[in-house]
């Protein structure tokens, strides 16, 4: 077949005489292209990698080793680098080779129908015979996905963007909760950092309110990766689903400290928070109770609070809150979090 557009894309044939072809994808405005887990019970599946052409060199003009396969940043699947194309990729490749064919073969038809006049044997009608070839295909197009965590991976330097906390990196398939973890609380407290120009742009409410809000994230934060940390902690020859399984019968298990050091000691035997002292246990555990109030009761003290906190404040009253208890609680939370992932080799 002679290829048209598709022509420049065209790389000879393989040992069984089938058409080869390397298309590029076209850079995002992130300069990422997106990549498709191939495993259909991964979630979310989707992610983006620097394009491959970026990847062959070192920055230094050295030349690099072609990137032949991918790991999955959510499920650590490796596979082959074109195992990793998104469906919207697959079709507008699709559409590209549709629009080539249908080329060809009206060129084929517009050869063997050329119009021309002939007289009918014997009579004084003549026959006309023409072709005109229709509308050609359009080619589907596709725009990749924003995402809004970007990581560099600390051990092979590649940069890659992902759906939430996604604990591998796609190039060398190494760990980087960590990662995760710095750039989560960092947001956190470069809020915090903000409170004293909200204050005298909005009022002390309004900076009262992101206290809270900053709280109740380190201990949001918290939660979700005592869950990632749990599932990928899980002995390896469980399934995907039933690694998934067994985090979501947790239900809530992780919002409380006590039930969340018994599930990691029952399940995996590990001192959930052996890195930290009795002292900041107790610590946790008021923030825990704050973040409750914060939630559920207008950020104030009920009873039940009182009573978890051994509190001096009043029912009814504001919850006391300071930017000192929030650092300590993203410090505490840093500390019992880095330890998790450094035990787990995550």
Not at 266 to 281: C, G, P
Request: hydrophobic share 35%; with cysteine; charged share 25%.
């Amino acid at each position: 077949m002679d290829w048209h557009e598709m022509k420049q894309f065209h790389r000879g044939k393989d040992n069984q005489g089938r058409d080869m072809f390397n298309i590029p994808l076209q850079p995002d405005d992130d300069g990422m292209v997106g990549r498709e887990c191939p495993n259909a019970d991964c979630q979310p599946r989707y992610f983006k990698i620097t394009p491959p052409d970026h990847l062959q060199s070192d920055g230094a003009g050295q030349a690099k080793p072609p990137v032949e396969s991918l790991c999955c940043p959510y499920c650590a699947r490796r596979d082959g680098f074109q195992q990793f194309t998104t469906e919207e990729q697959i079709q507008w490749v699709k559409s590209l080779m549709l629009r080539d064919v249908v080329r060809q073969v009206q060129r084929t038809l517009q050869s063997a129908f050329r119009t021309h006049t002939r007289p009918a044997h014997g009579g004084i009608f003549t026959v006309r015979l023409s072709y005109k070839p229709g509308r050609l295909p359009s080619v589907r197009h596709y725009a990749e996905k924003r995402l809004r965590n970007i990581v560099r991976c600390d051990q092979c330097n590649e940069t890659y963007a992902v759906y939430g906390v996604a604990p591998v990196c796609p190039f060398c398939g190494m760990g980087n909760l960590s990662l995760h973890l710095k750039r989560s609380l960092g947001v956190i407290l470069s809020l915090l950092e903000f409170r004293p120009e909200v204050e005298a742009k909005a009022g002390q409410d309004a900076g009262y309110h992101l206290l809270g809000n900053c709280l109740e994230d380190c201990i949001s934060l918290f939660e979700g990766f005592l869950k990632v940390i749990y599932e990928r902690a899980l002995p390896a020859s469980l399934s995907l689903q039933d690694r998934r399984n067994a985090v979501e019968a947790l239900r809530n298990t992780f919002q409380s400290l006590s039930r969340a050091q018994t599930a990691f000691q029952a399940e995996l035997s590990y001192d959930l928070f052996q890195a930290v002292s009795a002292l900041d246990l107790d610590f946790l555990e008021v923030q825990f109770a704050k973040r409750h109030v914060i939630t559920h009761n207008l950020s104030l003290v009920d009873g039940r609070y009182r009573t978890q906190a051994d509190a001096w404040q009043r029912s009814g009253q504001d919850l006391d809150l300071s930017p000192e208890d929030v650092l300590r609680l993203a410090d505490r939370i840093t500390t019992v979090l880095s330890a998790a992932i450094a035990h787990f080799r995550l």
